[in-house]
Each structure stands twice: as C-alpha cells, then as structure tokens.
C-alpha cells in the first residue's frame, strides 16, 4: 500500500518538473519600418551689383554727384528665404579735413543720402528705422546715420536695413532662377553745399551687405527682431522680451 502511495506521489512530481521545462510554440511575425531620413534644407545668396550711372565718380566725387548701383540677389539655397540690405558708410581722413575737435559733424554723413529706389514692381524694399543690435530697441529717422562699433571698437556709420517685402522661393520648390532673383537699386548722393572744401582728398566708402534667414517658424522675429505680415505686405518690429 506505501509502495503504491509513493510512485502515486513520483508520477505526480514527475508531470508537474516536465511541465515547467516545456516551452509552447506560438505563430508570429516582425517587420521594421524604413528609416526616416531628414535633410536640413540650405540658405544661400549670391548677390552681383550693376552701376547704372557712370562709375568714374568713384575716382573724382563732385560735390552733388549722385551714384546709383543696382543688386542682383539670387537665392541658391533649397529654404524659401526672407532678405534684407545692410548699407553702412564712412568718411576716411583727408588733407583738408578739419582738426578732431570738428570732427563730429564732418563724419556725422550729413551730406551723404542714400536712397533706396524700387526698382521693378516685384523688388519693393521696406527701411526699418531701428538697430537690432541695440537692447534699448530705439528708432531712428531714416535720413540720420547711426554710428556704431566694429569688432576692432572702430566706428563704423550705417543706415539701418532695408528689408524686402516678402519671401523668395528656394530651388527646392522648383522655381527657376530669375523667378528666385531679386534686385536691390541705392542711389547715393553728396550734397553739394554740405560737401565744403574739408572734404577734398578724403574718401567715402560705401558697403552693401545683403543677409537671408529662412522664412519659415518666425526666424526672422527671433534673429533679427522683425517679422513680416503677409496680409499687410509689411515688416515690423517685434517688441523686446
């Protein structure tokens, strides 16, 4: 009787050991999806600039003289891009010029005006009278320079920004390149009265920088502190934090 009991309990422990042995089979099946690959798009400009009126002034300015250039943009990156024009001048020492206690209207530019001139109905450029680089976010008029410093702290003067009235598509939506072209047309001119006999022998020069940002996730109100409004077809400031 034990004896039966006994393998009773053996065939028991035996089933329930083979039991937790076993592994069951089950059907399945995998499969991984293809890898999301994303290609940061490109801003890129090329910019090529056209006297329109006789360059020779550049070697003998006359007081009133009037210089007009005209810039080509093209936009040669893949980003649809917003652009806008730095114009900055100054007055280089000459012969005549006054001694340094007269100096601050003399390189004031009150005799320099630069103009922006629209030069087709599609390159409408819009002048922001205010310098992004200063905290204070004050304006200025449009007819004053407003002096600043270089990286070297020398003084530079520069007429602010122009910024043009809308975005410029990108290669990547397949515009060709003069719909991706836009012009940017200065005149520059010197007073004549205010153009005295200080100035002979001193030399002005002018520069031209052109600057792109991408026109998309309001890029241009967190770098430049501006942004456009496509319903009003102008650019205004964005109000400092």
Same mark, same amino acid.
């Given at each position: 009787m034990k004896r039966k009991i006994l393998l009773s309990m053996f065939v028991i422990l035996f089933v329930i050991a083979a039991s937790l042995g076993a592994t069951m089979a089950w059907f399945t099946a995998e499969d991984a999806a293809p890898d999301n690959v994303f290609t940061a798009g490109t801003v890129l400009i090329e910019a090529d600039e056209t006297f329109i009126s006789d360059e020779s002034v550049l070697e003998n300015m006359n007081p009133g003289d009037c210089v007009e250039k005209e810039f080509d943009i093209i936009n040669k990156g893949t980003k649809g891009i917003y652009l806008r024009a730095e114009v900055t001048g100054k007055w280089e020492l000459g012969e005549n010029s006054p001694d340094e206690a007269d100096l601050e209207d003399w390189l004031a530019n009150n005799n320099v005006d630069v103009e922006a001139i629209t030069a /087709? #109905?599609? /390159?409408? !450029?819009?002048?922001? %009278? !205010? #310098?992004?680089?200063?905290? *204070?976010?004050? %304006?200025?008029? *449009?007819e004053e320079w407003l002096i600043i410093e270089d990286e070297d702290e020398t003084e530079i003067w520069y007429k602010a920004y122009w910024y043009f009235k809308g975005d410029v598509d990108g290669e990547f939506t397949e515009e060709d390149e003069e719909a991706r072209t836009i012009s940017f047309r200065i005149n520059v001119c010197f007073d004549g009265p205010l153009t005295d006999n200080n100035y002979q022998g001193a030399e002005f020069t002018l520069g031209t920088a052109f600057e792109a940002i991408q026109s998309s996730n309001d890029a241009s109100a967190d770098l430049w502190g501006v942004e456009f409004d496509e319903d009003t077809d102008e650019w205004s400031v964005v109000a400092p934090e």
């Open positions: /087709s #109905d599609d /390159s409408e !450029w819009q002048f922001i %009278s !205010w #310098d992004p680089d200063e905290e *204070e976010h004050e %304006s200025y008029p *449009e």
